[in-house]
T-cell receptor, first 114, second 114 residues
Framework: DTEVTQTPKHLVMGMTNKKSLKCEQH?????MYWYKQKAKKPPELMFV???????INESVPSRFSPECPNSSLLNLHLHALQPEDSALYLC?????????????FGPGTRLTVT | GENVEQHPSTLSVQEGDSAVIKCTYS??????FPWYKQELGKGPQLIID?????GEKKDQRIAVTLNKTAKHFSLHITETQPEDSAVYFC?????????????FGRGTSLIVHP
């Protein structure tokens, strides 16, 4: 099973709302990632969790707050977003070892900020 | 850091023709090169990958070649079908420093005309 699941598939939120994106994997992977993707662009790294600890934060604004409750779950809490934050938000996971570099993506959450 | 260039940005072929997408990378320490296919409204899907100790890898109609000396790698799709239409991203990962973060190319939109 190489599946990463994400919920919700679509989300529309106002600039004053608080919402959360969820990601789950059951492949035993120890690294999980959040990416932001704009139309016709490659995924842009936001955060990396390694062994449930935040290891990389690519200077993302504080209105995005990641959380890793356990090794299978990853959340992205959203608050006071701007219209330019509208994008496809992708979760990914990998084993993070020299034996296996493969990174598997979820289907994404299409976020629209109004 | 790593820099990955991908060409062409758009590729239009007739069904049954072959398609070739080329990428170059800058960091000689990179040793893992995945290719992702992203269909409209979906997350990127890993379709094939190659490590630096291998020059070519095939999986049915898809093949990837790697030239470490020249620092370039290519995706070859033979007997293209309309369902091959998607955006394809190449990526490169360095093996040093414990980093498993891919650097993506800008993507190639492949259109297969029936």
């Amino acid at each position: 099973d190489t599946e990463v699941t994400q919920t919700p598939k679509h989300l529309v939120m106002g600039m004053t709302n608080k919402k959360s994106l969820k990601c789950e994997q059951h492949m035993g992977h120890r690294a999980m990632y959040w990416y932001k993707q704009k139309a016709k662009k490659p995924p842009e790294l936001m955060f990396v969790y390694s062994y449930e600890k935040l290891s990389i934060n690519e200077s993302v604004p504080s209105r995005f707050s990641p959380e890793c409750p356990n090794s299978s779950l990853l959340n992205l809490h959203l608050h006071a977003l701007q219209p330019e934050d509208s994008a496809l938000y992708l979760c990914a996971s990998s084993q993070e070892s020299l034996a296996s570099y493969e990174q598997y993506f979820g289907p994404g959450t299409r976020l629209t900020v109004t | 850091g790593e820099n990955v260039e991908q060409h062409p940005s758009t590729l239009s072929v007739q069904e049954g023709d072959s398609a070739v997408i080329k990428c170059t990378y800058s960091d000689s320490a990179s040793n893992y090169f995945p290719w992702y296919k992203q269909e409209l409204g979906k997350g990127p899907q890993l379709i094939i990958d190659i490590r630096s100790n291998v020059g070519e890898k095939k999986d049915q109609r898809i093949a990837v070649t790697l030239n470490k000396t020249a620092k370039h790698f290519s995706l070859h799709i033979t007997e293209t079908q309309p369902e091959d239409s998607a955006v394809y991203f190449c990526a490169a990962l360095p093996s040093s420093g414990g980093s498993y973060i891919p650097t993506f190319g800008r993507g190639t939109s492949l259109i297969v005309h029936p």
